[in-house]
């Protein structure tokens, strides 16, 4: 190891080949332990035959940041004109990484780095979902500096991740939340009148866009992206034309409450269901401000609870599956692959009120069953089936 202008050097020779790299690190005391063990780890791989990766350089996190937001840019193309949501999520979660590691040097970050800075976002009362998703987002970009030779591997595959269970966020809403949302929207709405603003349409828009997500179980991007061409009142039916999967492009059949709030929509300017409020070229933002407005207004009254919109998706998925529409079909609806009933599974909670309801519902198809054969099974009578009835009947008597 030597030094040179204020920094260390991996500095040895194997096999007559000398092998000189910087460390990036400044020739300090403190540094000299860390010098050391990238000497030791560069000789390694050295030894074992994997030379090649030694072609590290020194690059400041800020700048390969930078580097690799032009990158996934590219990667991940737009649509209809908008960013991807994937990039706007990496985009999102680099807003706050690139001010924690600043301009250290990117192959001197270390597991214990990454440690601290899921330490600094729980700190702020960051979510562990969102903790996750900036993890995943480091992990691509490590992956990136690897293949530039900026770092030897993506660090992020040595740390703990925020569990999947618990950074899952679903919210169903119970009919008490669902009223109460929606007579909160009403009032807001009606205040709203009262006073100028730019956007007197807020409220009306997002009760009919809570509608439809309830009803049909559209992703809110599908939604928000959906014309007035995509939609044929005469036969009920809604095509979802963009979507972030091939799947996902899928027509639907309207409800009787989808068709009335259709109607509504397709007398409203311009080519989408939901304009912009400033100009109809363009659709509205999936991020409304006036539902954290309604939920806020909600605080404090029966039935109240904090939910995000894609929460209206959930709770159609699961009601669907109460309801008994079968898991390939909700598949279908949700725009989820053929087959991938993993991911459709996640969406739908049960609770032990649905598995008693379930259960009783069940109990009397057997009923209306025995009685139906009743005449027609050797050694019974249309009384068996009676007497079954009552039976049921009585035991939820005494419940």
């Known amino acids: 190891m030597r030094q040179s202008n204020g920094k260390y050097y991996v500095r040895f020779v194997v096999d007559g080949v000398e092998y000189n790299e910087p460390t990036g690190l400044a020739a300090t005391e403190r540094n000299r332990k860390k010098a050391e063990r990238m000497e030791a780890a560069a000789r390694e791989l050295v030894l074992t035959g994997k030379a090649h990766l030694l072609r590290i350089t020194s690059t400041p996190f800020s700048d390969a940041a930078s580097a690799f937001l032009a990158?996934?840019?590219?990667?991940?193309?737009?649509?209809?004109?908008?960013?991807?949501?994937?990039?706007?999520?990496?985009?999102s979660s680099f807003s706050y990484i690139k001010v924690f590691f600043?301009?250290?040097?990117?192959?001197?970050?270390?597991?214990?780095?990454?440690?601290?800075?899921?330490?600094?976002?729980?700190?702020?009362?960051?979510?562990?979902?969102?903790?996750?998703?900036d993890l995943h987002a480091l992990s691509l970009f490590f992956q990136y500096c690897v293949r530039k030779h900026w770092c030897r591997e993506n660090l992020v595959r040595k740390i703990d991740m925020p569990s999947s269970k618990d950074a899952v966020r679903m919210?169903?809403?119970?009919?008490?939340?669902?009223?109460?949302?929606?007579?909160?929207?009403?009032?807001?709405?009606?205040?709203?009148?009262?006073?100028?603003?730019?956007?007197?349409?807020?409220?009306?828009?997002?009760?009919?866009?809570?509608?439809?997500?309830?009803?049909?179980?559209?992703?809110?991007?599908?939604?928000?992206?959906?014309?007035?061409?995509?939609?044929?009142?005469?036969?009920?039916?809604?095509?979802?034309?963009?979507?972030?999967?091939?799947?996902?492009?899928?027509?639907l059949k309207l409800t009787l409450e989808s068709v009335q709030v259709m109607k509504h929509r397709l007398t409203v300017p311009g080519?989408?269901?939901?304009?912009?409020?400033?100009?109809?070229?363009?659709?509205?933002?999936?991020?409304?401000?006036?539902?954290?407005?309604?939920?806020?207004?909600m605080k404090g009254r029966p039935g109240a609870a904090e939910f995000v919109m894609y929460d209206f998706r959930h709770t159609f998925a699961t009601r669907a599956a109460l309801d008994g529409m079968t898991l390939p079909v909700l598949a279908a609806t949700l725009g989820?692959?053929?087959?991938?009933?993993?991911?459709?599974?996640?969406?739908?909670?049960v609770k032990s009120d649905d598995l008693d309801a379930e259960a009783d519902r069940i109990e009397e198809l057997r009923v209306r069953r025995s009685k139906s054969f009743a005449g027609f099974l050797p050694g019974t009578g249309a009384e068996d089936g009676e007497q079954e009835g009552k039976i049921v009947k009585s035991r939820g008597t005494a419940e």
């Open 71 to 91: 990158w996934a840019e590219g990667e991940y193309p737009r649509k209809d004109g908008e960013l991807s949501g994937t990039f706007k999520r990496i985009r």
């Open 271 to 297: 080519r989408f269901l939901f304009p912009s409020p400033k100009t109809t070229d363009h659709h509205r933002s999936i991020h409304w401000r006036s539902h954290d407005e309604v939920i806020e207004a």
């Open 102 to 133: 600043g301009k250290a040097i990117v192959n001197s970050i270390t597991e214990g780095h990454l440690d601290d800075f899921k330490s600094a976002r729980r700190k702020m009362g960051v979510k562990e979902v969102s903790i996750r998703n």
């Open 336 to 349: 989820h692959a053929e087959g991938d009933l993993k991911s459709v599974a996640k969406y739908v909670h």
């Open 171 to 251: 919210n169903i809403l119970s009919p008490a939340t669902e009223r109460l949302y929606f007579e909160t929207i009403g009032y807001l709405d009606r205040a709203a009148k009262f006073r100028p603003s730019p956007d007197q349409n807020t409220y009306a828009d997002l009760r009919d866009f809570a509608i439809l997500m309830l009803q049909q179980g559209f992703r809110p991007e599908e939604l928000v992206a959906m014309e007035k061409s995509d939609v044929d009142l005469i036969h009920r039916h809604a095509r979802v034309r963009t979507s972030k999967t091939r799947a996902g492009r899928r027509r």
